[in-house]
């Protein structure tokens, strides 16, 4: 696609209830990330994936938290069990390699706004 | 590890005036790129501008440019001719290649005011 996409843009959920938040990387990149941004604060990284693998996922914060990336394409990060200080903004980005240089800028989502009540 | 500083949480300035945005790296990696974005109120975090560690030359953007000071390992942003649209949040990041991948890492942002 022209640019990255997210899914969806806004979900508000209950307290214990699983999400999945979808990201759809712009046609062929290989490096897909996940981050989140808590309220008036900076990227906090979650997890990387280069192809199908994901080579760091140092940046999870708990096991409830977990990501696929199917065919090289669309990724899927899964919070189960939300709690309310899951709440925040998830970007996920995408480049078209693994090294970032002047062809390989990471280009990011509007994000998915996720409320935890 | 590899660490972004952003010393100026909030900045002012009127509109057509020049700003600048500091930030500062720390990095043990003689390879690395170092990025600026804009987050405006909608949330999208937008590419602005680009600069590698073996660029001799600042980078330049139409009214973005990057003063890189590798020496003092600082990569300000310097938004020339201000308009009222550049108000925003502006994040300064930096990656490593290592290993043959990567992880962006970001600062904590500015947040910049154009006011009439």
């Known amino acids: 696609g022209a640019g990255v996409s997210q899914s969806p843009s806004n979900k508000v959920t209950e307290k214990g209830k699983d999400v999945e938040l979808r990201c759809d990387p712009i046609?062929?990149?290989?490096?897909l990330y996940w981050y989140r941004q808590s309220l008036g604060q900076g990227l906090e990284f979650l997890i990387y994936?280069?192809?199908?693998?994901?080579?760091?996922k140092s940046g999870l914060p708990s096991d409830r938290f977990s990501a696929e990336r199917t065919g090289g394409s669309v990724s899927t990060l899964t919070i189960q069990r939300t709690q309310q200080e899951d709440s925040a903004v998830y970007l996920c980005?995408?480049?078209?390699?693994?090294?970032?240089?002047?062809?390989?800028?990471?280009?990011f989502g509007e994000g998915s706004w996720l409320t935890v009540v | 590890a590899q660490k972004i500083t952003q010393t100026q949480p909030g900045m002012f300035v009127q509109e057509k005036e020049a700003v600048t945005l500091d930030c500062t790296y720390d990095?043990?990696?003689?390879?690395?790129?170092l990025f600026w974005y804009k987050q405006p109120s909608s949330g999208e975090m937008i590419f602005l501008i680009y600069?590698?560690?073996?660029?001799?030359q600042n980078a330049t953007e139409g009214r973005y440019s990057l003063n890189f000071q590798k020496a003092r390992k600082s990569a300000n942003l310097v938004i020339s001719a201000s308009q009222l649209g550049d108000s925003a949040m502006y994040f300064c990041?930096?990656?490593?290649?290592?290993?043959?991948?990567?992880?962006?890492?970001f600062g904590r942002g500015t947040s910049l005011i154009v006011h009439p």
């Open positions: 600069q590698g560690s073996y660029d001799e």
């Open positions: 990095t043990s990696d003689q390879s690395y790129g």
């Open positions: 980005a995408s480049s078209q390699g693994a090294w970032a240089g002047i062809g390989n800028t990471i280009y």
């Open positions: 994936f280069q192809g199908n693998s994901a080579p760091d």
């Open positions: 046609s062929g990149h290989t490096a």
């Open positions: 990041a930096m990656s490593v290649a290592s290993g043959g991948s990567y992880i962006p890492t």
